[in-house]
């Protein structure tokens, strides 16, 4: 199993940028695939972006290309999401995940085992 709890999350006016961090607990964190999705309100849950077990290789959604960057840092049990250029429409609870079964491009929530509890972005225009 393991934990995941996001940071980073605020208030930024439009075309500004925000990191996201996720820090996971447990000694097989490289062993997950990764991915970030958002919930905005009245909304379903949607993908962001995905990357594999050793970083090398990386999904988005097309919404997102170009703007934001998946990495991750196994030494450090930490995913991030370096968001720029964020528009109004970006703003959402944005979560991370975690699972052993699916691959970069598995984009249902439903998929993914390991959440964390969100953390609020807020876009201003």
């Known amino acids: 199993q393991v934990q995941l709890v996001e940071s980073g999350g605020g208030l930024v006016q439009a075309g500004g940028s925000l990191r996201l961090s996720c820090e996971a607990s447990?000694?097989?964190?490289?062993?997950?695939?990764m991915g970030w999705f958002r919930q905005a309100p009245g909304k379903a849950r949607e993908f962001v972006a995905g990357i594999s077990r050793s970083g090398g290789s990386t999904y988005y959604t097309d919404s997102v290309k170009g703007r934001f960057t998946i990495s991750r840092d196994n030494a450090k049990n930490t995913v991030y999401l370096q968001m720029n250029s964020l528009k109004p429409e970006d703003t959402a609870v944005y979560y991370c995940?975690?699972?052993?079964?699916?691959?970069?491009?598995?984009?249902?929530?439903?998929?993914?085992?390991?959440w964390g509890q969100g953390t609020q972005v807020t876009v201003s225009s």
């Open positions: 447990g000694r097989t964190f490289s062993s997950y695939v």
């Open positions: 995940a975690g699972d052993q079964g699916v691959v970069i491009r598995t984009t249902e929530s439903w998929k993914w085992d390991y």
